[in-house]
């Protein structure tokens, strides 16, 4: 079955670093698109990155873009979201997703999340 399985959350302070990764399973990486997406405390959840299939094209919302970079390792089955100059309204829990294409038709997955707080 589909299991996407994040990482590297943490508690840092502003201007700090963190690096996320998702390992995934299940299904054909190599043909679909990755997401990260978070969920802040208000529960209100925001899209933070894109990578395409060949880890050529990434997307971002100008609220991280500049810090915030995706890559991908189509030998490892895994994404990461680098994030830098981190501020405290990117306290959120991180999720991995995956739109995987099926036959009869598009299903999507999300791992568990990794909490990542910003905080002095």
């Known amino acids: 079955q589909v299991q996407l399985v994040e990482s590297g959350g943490g508690l840092v302070q502003p201007g700090g670093s963190l690096r996320l990764s998702c390992r995934t399973s299940g299904f054909t990486f190599t043909k679909h698109w990755m997401f990260w997406a978070r969920q802040t405390p208000r529960k209100d959840l925001e899209w933070v990155s894109a990578?395409?299939?060949?880890?050529?094209?990434?997307y971002y919302p100008e609220t991280v873009k500049g810090r915030f970079t995706v890559s991908r390792d189509n030998a490892k089955n895994t994404v990461n979201l680098q994030m830098n100059s981190l501020k405290p309204e990117d306290t959120a829990v991180y999720f991995c997703?995956?739109?995987?294409?099926?036959?009869?038709?598009?299903?999507?997955?999300w791992g568990q999340g990794t909490q990542v707080t910003v905080s002095s």
């Open positions: 990578i395409n299939t060949g880890g050529t094209n990434m």
């Open positions: 997703n995956a739109e995987v294409n099926y036959t009869s038709g598009i299903k999507n997955y």
